[in-house]
């Protein structure tokens, strides 16, 4: 079983910065890919940013040139660094990891980011 541990959230200024990782226990060899998703209050989850084993990344369009995933597999952790946040980036972020083996499909607790005006 894969545990996913988010961490980095707070609460920040419009055009601030921010860096949230994600801890998967165990060995990140097998999570291929890892997400970062979002929920703002009363929206859907959206995808923010996928990065896969050998380094490829996609973006929302709302977040392109903003964000950037990254990930240490020596260190089983992805990272999101988040630049000139706005307002609108308000939500909680999840982790998500896909075994690429089993197919199992596993989300983390969440960390809250908070952009204020």
């Known amino acids: 079983q894969v545990q996913l541990v988010e961490s980095g959230g707070g609460l920040v200024q419009a055009g601030g910065s921010l860096r949230l990782s994600c801890a998967a226990s165990?060995?990140?060899?097998?999570?291929?890919?890892m997400r970062w998703y979002r929920q703002a209050p009363g929206k859907q989850r959206e995808l923010v940013a996928t990065i896969t084993i050998g380094g490829s990344t996609n973006y929302a369009d709302s977040v392109k040139g903003r964000f950037t995933i990254s990930r240490d597999n020596a260190k089983n952790t992805i990272y999101l660094q988040m630049n000139s946040l706005k307002p609108e980036d308000t939500a909680v972020y999840y982790c998500?990891?896909?075994?690429?083996?089993?197919?199992?499909?596993?989300w983390g607790q969440g960390t809250q980011v908070t952009v204020s005006s």
């Open positions: 998500n990891a896909v075994n690429r083996y089993t197919g199992g499909n596993y």
């Open positions: 165990g060995s990140s060899s097998s999570l291929n890919p």
